[in-house]
């Protein structure tokens, strides 16, 4: 990458915008946080719809070309900077991986998230319990067969980065996280490595100080 730093448009409880920064955590990119306050709608304001149309977080500028959606993102970063590598050079194992990260990025957390619950209404906890139970279910059993120390062999992989943070935002609506002992086990790893700790929500600049 050039000299000048990427940007980073994020939200601290984003878990999409959290994907991204534990692979720029892993593979050792700096880059400027710039804060979008989900709660505040500035996702939607006149400035920042100019850097993404879809009123989304995460957005990343690199080189002044604005990259969106949380897995372009991570596929770029891996393309662009490959080492460490967060994709298993086995195509086998790497296939793996992207099923495991479209289980989540496409099957769990869009049912879940904020503008999908507000227009379910009502029963939104319950909704979002059901689609959550339901997607790690089907991901626990891909685990018994790919997993190491992590979700597929004993590397961090994009599977990883995935899955802490839709497990963080899952125990908002309590599943029961007993029927899961492999993600529960493989996340309590990850949690414990430097990439995961210092991209973690509590530890960014947009954190309220009350949390």
């Known amino acids: 990458m050039s000299l000048k730093k990427p940007v980073l448009f994020s939200y601290f409880l984003s878990s999409c915008s959290w994907r991204v920064r534990i ?15 989900l709660e505040k709608n500035e996702q939607l304001s006149e400035d920042f719809l100019k850097v993404n ?23 770029f970063l891996e393309e662009t900077v490959p080492n460490p590598s967060l994709l298993p050079k086995d195509p086998v194992q790497s ?48 685990l018994r067969k790919t997993h190491g120390k992590y979700c597929v062999g004993d590397s961090v992989t994009l ?7 839709q497990v963080f935002r899952a125990r908002i609506f309590k599943p029961d996280m007993s029927k899961f002992p492999l993600i529960q086990e493989i996340c309590l790893r990850l949690e414990g490595l430097a990439a995961f700790r210092d991209s973690h929500p509590f530890q960014q600049p947009d954190c309220p100080n009350t949390l």
């Open 159 to 165: 599977a990883d980065v995935c899955l802490v943070p």
């Open 53 to 75: 149309p879809h009123g989304q977080v995460p957005a990343l500028i690199v080189r002044e070309n604005v990259l969106f959606n949380s897995t372009a993102i991570l596929e």
């Open 23 to 37: 692979a720029l955590a892993h593979k050792g990119i700096e880059y400027d946080y710039k804060a979008v306050d």
């Open 95 to 142: 296939a793996a991986v992207r099923s495991i990260v479209d289980a989540i990025a496409s099957g769990i957390q869009p049912l879940q998230n904020d503008r999908v619950l507000n227009c379910v209404g009502q029963n939104s906890s319950n909704w979002a319990k059901h689609w959550i139970q339901l997607g790690f279910g089907s991901i626990e059993e891909i």
